[in-house]
């Protein structure tokens, strides 16, 4: 680690490393949010339902979420320079199999390798900042790189619509080859070759594949218990208890563990890691469904559609850096509290979409939405680190991601598992370009509905946490998240 220095000014060493290390947080935060808008065209482009097309997004998640605690260790042991670059190219190799994709099964696949690369660009970046800069500079660094992510998710669906709707579906992927390439190039001759931190650990490898077998199955159920696989959807989410518990057994007995269980025997920890997956759920669950919504129901451009989407990343920006001050002065637990209910109150305005809302709502709702995500998330972070010990960050803030990705993998399966529920097993079999307008809007209503339904959870469980004022120590950890 970087010696800590007097001087609070990064060099020009040191922000061309951020830049770099920066570009794949971009690349991270834009490939979260660019594949949502187009996935209507995709369904159509390649004759596939509804429920399979979101196959695109939960494929990338399952792999990135099983993958996240992984990369982080294989960093420790092999050295963080050459596994980020490793990690870049093949996310880049990754984005070109999928514009070049013929069908959905390749695109599937293709997506998968593309998430290795991004678990290894989610789970090292942050690391690399507090390794190769100084104390003096890390929290203005990590500061950089959050907010290069979130400027990534904020133009995902602007670039994403615009570039389906000029060109095609496949450019949301091609976009990334100039800012991989590019990236990889400047970090070859910019980043650091350093010692691996433990040269001598080991990689927990049954315990990753515990965790893919794990969420596979739960995703796999949660999609295909609808419609005419819903008894192969149910044995899908027996076998995922099986093997959920099968890790946790695995995990306490194993010498160098993935995750430490005995963190989770503090409430405040693990009640607040809950509310970390629950506000992610409900936020990708509408991400995912409100393509759909304006482009089908609304009968609104793509383009058009993602510059619409853009107000709830938009949300989030103005909101995340003021909640996180205030949390500094008045405790995490008011503000957490408080943004869970305005997206309470977002998403039941939401739950009223119908054929008729105009857009001006829908942008007002949505903003309401990443409002009040911002104003939950920073602080709730910041708390869930505050509850670990120090020497414990590293593993608490992978969890965090861990989390937080997994609250994205469940949040696109649950809301099509509502809307299926809702319009009924046609939906899992053809195509939502095929079905009424009213029939689509009233789904959508219900999966917003369900989404509000956990931001109640939210708020139950926060009541349960005791009241604790912000530290300030780990928020160079959070800010690297």
């Known amino acids: 680690?970087?010696?800590?220095?007097?001087?609070?000014?990064?060099?020009?060493?040191?922000?061309?490393?951020?830049?770099?290390?920066?570009?794949?947080?971009?690349?991270?935060?834009?490939?979260?949010?660019?594949?949502?808008?187009?996935?209507?065209?995709?369904?159509?482009?390649?004759?596939?339902?509804?429920?399979?097309?979101?196959?695109?997004?939960?494929?990338?998640?399952?792999?990135?979420?099983?993958?996240?605690?992984?990369?982080?260790?294989?960093?420790?042991?092999?050295?963080?320079?050459?596994?980020?670059?490793?990690?870049?190219?093949?996310?880049?190799?990754?984005?070109?199999?999928?514009?070049?994709?013929?069908?959905?099964?390749?695109l599937i696949v293709s997506r998968m390798i593309q998430a290795v690369g991004g678990a290894v660009i989610s789970a090292l970046g942050a690391v690399m900042v507090t390794s190769y800069l100084s104390a003096s500079v890390r929290g203005q660094a990590l500061g950089i790189v959050a907010m290069f992510t979130m400027l990534g998710a904020a133009l995902g669906p602007v670039v994403g619509g615009f570039l389906t709707s000029a060109f095609s579906w496949q450019y949301i992927f091609y976009v990334n080859l100039p800012v991989g390439i590019i990236?990889?190039?400047?970090?070859?001759?910019?980043?650091?070759?350093?010692?691996?931190?433990?040269?001598?650990?080991?990689?927990?490898?049954?315990?990753?594949?515990?965790?893919?077998?794990?969420?596979?199955?739960?995703?796999?159920?949660?999609?295909?218990?609808?419609?005419?696989?819903?008894?192969?959807?149910?044995?899908?989410?027996?076998?995922?208890?099986?093997?959920?518990?099968?890790?946790?057994?695995?995990?306490?007995?194993?010498?160098?563990?993935?995750?430490?269980?005995?963190?989770?025997?503090?409430?405040?920890?693990?009640?607040?890691?809950?509310?970390?997956?629950?506000?992610?759920?409900?936020?990708?669950?509408?991400?995912?469904?409100?393509?759909?919504?304006l482009e089908l129901v609304k009968h609104i451009a793509t383009d058009n559609a993602g510059t619409i989407l853009l107000a709830l990343p938009v949300g989030m920006i103005m909101t995340a850096p003021i909640a996180g001050k205030f949390s500094d002065v008045i405790g995490t637990k008011k503000p957490i509290i408080f943004g869970f209910l305005v997206c309470a109150v977002a998403l039941l305005l939401l739950s009223t979409l119908s054929v008729r809302t105009s857009v001006g709502h829908v942008c007002i709702y949505l903003f309401l939405l990443g409002a009040g995500t911002g104003i939950a998330f920073s602080p709730l972070n910041s708390a869930v680190m505050g509850e670990s010990p120090a020497q414990e960050w590293g593993m608490s803030s992978g969890l965090v991601r861990m989390m937080t990705n997994l609250g994205s993998s469940l949040g696109v399966a649950s809301v099509m598992l509502v809307a299926t529920v809702v319009v009924g097993p046609k939906l899992a079999e053809i195509s939502a370009h095929q079905l009424p307008s009213m029939d689509l809007a009233g789904a959508f209503d219900a999966a917003f509905l369900f989404c509000m339904v956990l931001e109640v959870i939210g708020i139950i469980l926060m009541l349960k946490v005791p009241a604790k004022e912000s530290s300030g120590e780990p928020e160079e950890a959070i800010m690297g998240f």
């Open 1 to 106: 680690m970087a010696e800590c220095s007097p001087d609070r000014k990064m060099s020009t060493k040191d922000l061309l490393i951020v830049i770099v290390i920066a570009l794949g947080s971009f690349m991270a935060g834009l490939d979260a949010t660019i594949v949502n808008i187009a996935l209507p065209d995709i369904a159509k482009a390649l004759d596939v339902s509804t429920v399979t097309v979101s196959w695109v997004l939960n494929a990338y998640l399952i792999i990135l979420v099983s993958l996240l605690l992984a990369a982080s260790k294989l960093g420790d042991m092999k050295g963080y320079r050459n596994i980020f670059l490793g990690g870049f190219a093949l996310f880049t190799f990754g984005s070109a199999l999928c514009g070049l994709s013929p069908n959905i099964d390749v």
């Open 183 to 293: 990236a990889i190039i400047l970090g070859m001759r910019i980043l650091p070759q350093r010692d691996p931190v433990a040269p001598g650990a080991k990689l927990d490898v049954p315990g990753v594949a515990l965790i893919f077998v794990a969420l596979g199955t739960l995703i796999v159920g949660l999609t295909t218990i609808q419609g005419s696989s819903a008894v192969a959807g149910l044995a899908a989410l027996v076998l995922s208890v099986i093997f959920w518990a099968l890790f946790v057994a695995w995990e306490r007995k194993t010498k160098e563990p993935l995750i430490k269980l005995n963190l989770l025997s503090n409430d405040a920890f693990t009640l607040q890691n809950v509310n970390v997956m629950l506000i992610q759920m409900a936020m990708a669950g509408v991400m995912v469904i409100m393509p759909f919504y």
